[in-house]
């Protein structure tokens, strides 16, 4: 029962709330879940994966597989402004830090949906955890779903985890 | 990170295979993959609910929401072979005590997707682990899956186990 850690991959994205530069409400969601049902007090049973899919823009972006494992990391990085997300997986990393979760993060540019399930073939996770919104099927149809998706196609057992409704904001294709 | 133990519940069934009174190959598989991927060494954090759904027959079985938390509890019962379903639970059960997982274990009857979906909304797991085939979508039509219909019904974050390659057999839709 001892052996390599269980490798957690978790995709996470910004939140669309404007004005707002952090986590999504479901990323955190969906990563609070995994600290606390899963990795629990076993934080040398676990590394957890950090993926941020970039989905290309006209500020011409480009791919960045550096990975980002302890704070330091994202100290005296050169131009981090151009570099986006970042900050997105700081938080993530720095959380895994104070807890003491081994972690890696790194972010992709492309089709959120078609990157993550590229990634988990790849980096063979043991489980990807993805947030959702938990919309109903007529809101699911306008916004499309990375869940289903990567419930679908991705090469490894998939968890979803509905954001609470508790945590629904006033619009609730907002996330 | 210490509180309430995770609760996960685990859906089992019997094998298909003729002659072969045991629990299912996916079971076993969904099973194994909860101890060793989930659990780990964390074996106080965990608590596994075995859930096995029994479908009615001629055989005029009825009900039985017994509970069964230890090897012991399956000793000296009387007419035990009336009651369909128990070995397979005892399997489960003195696996979890040789490990020092804490468990419990009932049976219900009824249409498996419909029941473990019921039971899920009364006992509110934190986690439901379903074993498949890992059928195609040709094969899946005339089987139809207890998985898919969980994923999208079970009021909890659901987590489906395929079958290894290695492990079908002859006949895929056996199981």
Chains 1, 2 share one sequence.
């Not at 590394?47 to 704070?71: C, N, R, T, W, Y």
């Amino acid at each position: 029962m001892a052996g390599e850690a269980t490798r957690v991959m978790v995709a996470v994205n910004e939140s669309t709330i404007k004005g707002y530069p952090h986590a999504s409400i479901s990323s955190k969601g969906a990563f609070e879940w995994t600290l606390n049902k899963i990795v629990r007090s076993n934080t040398s049973g676990f590394k957890l994966l950090f993926l941020h899919v970039q989905v290309p823009d006209e500020d011409g972006f480009e791919d960045m597989d550096s990975i980002f494992a302890s704070p330091d990391d994202f100290k005296g990085m050169k131009n981090r402004n151009k570099i986006r997300g970042l900050q997105l997986l700081e938080y993530f990393v720095n959380r895994c830090h104070e807890i003491g979760v081994p972690c890696e993060a790194w972010i992709k540019k492309g089709d959120p949906k078609e990157v993550i399930c590229h990634e988990v073939k790849r980096v063979q996770p043991d489980l990807l955890v993805v947030g959702c919104r938990g919309l109903g099927p007529f809101q699911r149809v306008f916004v499309g779903t990375v869940s289903e998706f990567c419930l679908k196609h991705a090469e490894c057992p998939v968890v979803t985890i509905k954001r609470s409704a508790a945590e629904t904001p006033q619009d609730p294709i907002d996330d």
